[in-house]
């Protein structure tokens, strides 16, 4: 069974090697690393600057289906870039409707689907973390309700790591605070990406992806429960 990607920067593989500037500061996206958390094969279709409609336009989800078995698992996670046209990509009408398309066209190539809510961005004001998604994660709930499609919740994920590790700390999963980390200089755009991962970022968002694809595949479930061997308050 192979594990394929569809998706934006935000799950992209590193674009030819790309850094934040720092050679030894990668750019990458969590799909980058998941291969390092699951057995199973993992293909990265995503691209860079992707949206719903681009990424059918350009012939990358065709490149997909033309690879697909039955068996396989296809993982779904747009937003960040069609939320930059509302008129063609809203939330509840382009942006729905193409997925609604993927899921069903990954269904009739023998493949699961699983849609994915978009991670979200460190922008912290005062302290507080803003929700920078709109109505994207709760059109893909909905669509994933609708079509009994199961759904992984970055967003909530991700909100949940920001705020456990607070704003200072969280700074690491992105390349500014991993330069700051490392004595590099950072200049004023790279300060200023809240959005794409370093490597520690997109490990931990992939180690999160990979566990709740174990978890949906009920790899654990025949396991005998421990609670009788646990001590007991």
Do not use: C
């Amino acid at each position: 069974m192979t594990i394929h990607l569809a998706g934006d920067s935000t799950v992209a593989p590193t674009d030819s090697g790309a850094t934040s500037g720092h050679a030894a500061i990668p750019l990458l996206g969590w799909g980058d690393e998941l291969a390092a958390w699951t057995e199973e094969a993992v293909r990265n279709h995503a691209i860079g600057g992707a949206t719903t409609a681009s990424f059918r336009a350009e012939g990358r989800w065709d490149a997909l289906l033309a690879e697909l078995r039955p068996g396989d698992t296809v993982v779904i996670q747009f937003g960040h870039n069609d939320q930059k046209e509302p008129d063609e990509l809203a939330a509840e009408g382009g942006y729905t409707e193409r997925l609604a398309r993927f899921v069903g066209e990954a269904r009739t190539n023998g493949a699961r689907p699983v849609l994915a809510t978009s991670v979200e961005r460190r922008l912290f004001d005062d302290g507080r973390l803003r929700w920078s998604h709109g109505p994207y994660p709760a059109a893909v709930r909905a669509l994933g309700h609708e079509l009994d499609v199961p759904v992984l919740e970055l967003t909530v994920f991700t909100r949940w790591l920001y705020t456990w590790l607070g704003e200072p700390a969280s700074a690491a999963l992105f390349p500014h605070g991993a330069a700051a980390e490392a004595g590099l200089p950072v200049d004023g755009a790279l300060v200023k990406d809240n959005t794409h991962f370093t490597t520690a970022g997109a490990r931990a968002v992939a180690r999160y992806v990979a566990e709740a694809l174990a978890s949906l595949d009920g790899v654990h479930d025949a396991q005998a429960p421990l609670g009788a061997w646990v001590m007991q308050p």
